[in-house]
């Protein structure tokens, strides 16, 4: 047998041994670390009838939602380090942002480099669309009511950033927020503060928690066994968030 052939042996043979490589899912729950539960307050549409008219309750801001047990919605989680020297395809279907109620829906999201966004105009009325990044390529444009869809090219999300903003120049009370990432593995907590980053690869990484209000927070964390929880608690914010 050649060394070339033997090497190929030995390899096949470890990897028989080791077993099969088994990505794991982080997840956790997300809290705030508050005397006082902070209260949600009314996002005032009045300048706009035709907003008002698409709520039949006054419509709670989401800068912050959280619930009686103190757990956090709309919170990025993501791996912030760990991952450096590796590839992942980028999607070629588009993430989706939409506008209802005159408000962003979702609040958070994520999309990998290079993924194009379709911005939704569910309202039918009015908007306008302005991405505001610090590093990439920004986008302004109007959205008429007639117009139902307007594409955002993956060339606006050449880099990565946290966070992207967007909001709008109509209703200056629209907000929504990008993460833009060379990997998939992020995930937005629910109203239930719940998380959960799925396919991971076995390895050590520095995760974060965002969030556009309160402090944001940073873990260590591994991989090993094909999950792993972790549980943040964010604390006020020491200054406003830029």
């Known amino acids: 047998m050649g060394v070339g052939k033997l090497s190929i042996a030995i390899a096949a043979a470890i990897a028989l041994v080791a077993g099969p490589v088994v990505s794991g899912t982080i997840s956790g729950v997300v809290k705030i670390d508050f005397k006082k539960i902070p209260p949600a307050k009314p996002v005032k549409m009045q300048t706009d009838p035709d907003c008002v008219a698409k709520h039949t309750e006054p419509h709670m801001s989401e800068k912050y939602v959280v619930d009686a047990d103190k757990n956090v919605k709309f919170?990025?989680?993501?791996?912030k380090t760990g991952l450096e020297g590796q590839t992942f395809e980028t999607p070629k279907r588009p993430g989706k942002l939409d506008q209802v109620g005159c408000a962003y829906a979702p609040r958070v999201m994520g999309l990998m480099v290079g993924q194009p966004l379709m911005i939704l105009n569910s309202d039918r009325l009015m908007h306008n669309v302005n991405m505001m990044p610090k590093v990439n390529e920004g986008f302004n444009k109007a959205m008429p009511a007639k117009v139902r869809k307007l594409p955002v090219r993956g060339t606006h999300f050449s880099q990565p950033e946290v966070m992207v903003r967007f909001k709008c120049d109509v209703h200056p009370w629209m907000s929504a927020y990008v993460g833009v990432l060379p990997h998939p593995f992020f995930a937005v907590s629910e109203a239930d503060g719940s998380f959960a980053i799925e396919d991971v690869p076995p390895g050590k990484y520095t995760l974060e928690a965002w969030h556009e209000f309160f402090a944001d927070q940073v873990q260590?964390?591994?991989?090993?066994?094909?999950?792993?929880?972790?549980n943040f608690t964010l604390k006020p914010p020491s200054r406003k968030k830029k």
């Open 75 to 79: 919170v990025f989680v993501y791996i």
């Open 220 to 230: 260590e964390i591994e991989v090993a066994d094909g999950a792993a929880t972790v």
